[in-house]
T-cell receptor, first 112, second 113 residues
Framework: EDQVTQSPEALRLQEGESSSLNCSYT??????LFWYRQDPGKGPEFLFT???AGEEKEKERLKATLTKKESFLHITAPKPEDSATYLC?????????????FGGGTRVLVKP | DTEVTQTPKHLVMGMTNKKSLKCEQH?????MYWYKQKAKKPPELMFV???????INESVPSRFSPECPNSSLLNLHLHALQPEDSALYLC????????????FGQGTRLTVV
């Protein structure tokens, strides 16, 4: 059974304090790994797609990387507006219908 | 434009009511999804439509009935719900059902009383 585990569950940062979020996954074959940001009461906002080990994607203060067993979301010099829950999701090669399996998320709070 | 529009934003319904949630996208996406999200939990897949045909039903109770009238619209018909069905219902769409990112709407906050 596919498993996606995110750590830590919650992260409190001072503004400017860089950190990394982890997403470890167990699938028989990875088709894609997706990162989303979700604000309270809102739908997830797409950030990145990663397809193969060694791939990296960047957007503003966020950088996502992928290995064969995990992905990291690095937040560089975060600002209060980066506070959100960050979700990773995997799509397994045998998954029908673009089914995404989500991790539990990491709640990030950036204090000024 | 990566917008998926859901209406209504909030809905309160009694256990004997019938209501519908609506979702619309104009990105030309051919796959559409319904997810359910409880507080502080990740989204859980309910249904997948591919080219307007139901391709996945994740063993969802029959009190939830999806409908895809055309490639831009997705409905979720609700009947005889239970209080435990209260949640954020999210619609999403993607270009296809293979290896493409899904874009989510802002959700409908449903409360069953």
């Amino acid at each position: 059974e596919d498993q996606v585990t995110q750590s830590p569950e919650a992260l409190r940062l001072q503004e400017g304090e860089s950190s990394s979020l982890n997403c470890s996954y167990t699938v028989s074959g990875l088709r894609g790994l997706f990162w989303y940001r979700q604000d309270p009461g809102k739908g997830p906002e797409f950030l990145f797609t990663l397809y193969s080990a060694g791939e990296e994607k960047e957007k503003e203060r966020l950088k996502a990387t992928l290995t064969k067993k995990e992905s990291f979301l690095h937040i560089t010099a975060p600002k209060p507006e980066d506070s959100a829950t960050y979700l990773c999701a995997v799509q397994e090669t045998k998954a029908a219908g673009n089914k995404l399996t989500f991790g539990g998320g990491t709640r990030v709070l950036v204090k000024p | 434009d990566t917008e998926v529009t859901q209406t209504p934003k909030h809905l309160v319904m009694g256990m004997t009511n019938k209501k519908s949630l609506k979702c619309e996208q104009h990105m030309g996406h051919r796959a559409m999804y319904w997810y359910k999200q409880k507080a502080k939990k990740p989204p859980e897949l309910m249904f997948v439509y591919s080219y307007e045909k139901l391709s996945i039903n994740e063993s969802v109770p029959s009190r939830f009935s999806p409908e895809c009238p055309n490639s831009s619209l997705l409905n979720l018909h609700l009947h005889a719900l239970q209080p435990e069905d209260s949640a954020l219902y999210l619609c999403a769409s993607s270009r296809s059902t293979v290896n493409t990112e899904a874009f989510f709407g802002q959700g409908t906050r449903l409360t069953v009383v």
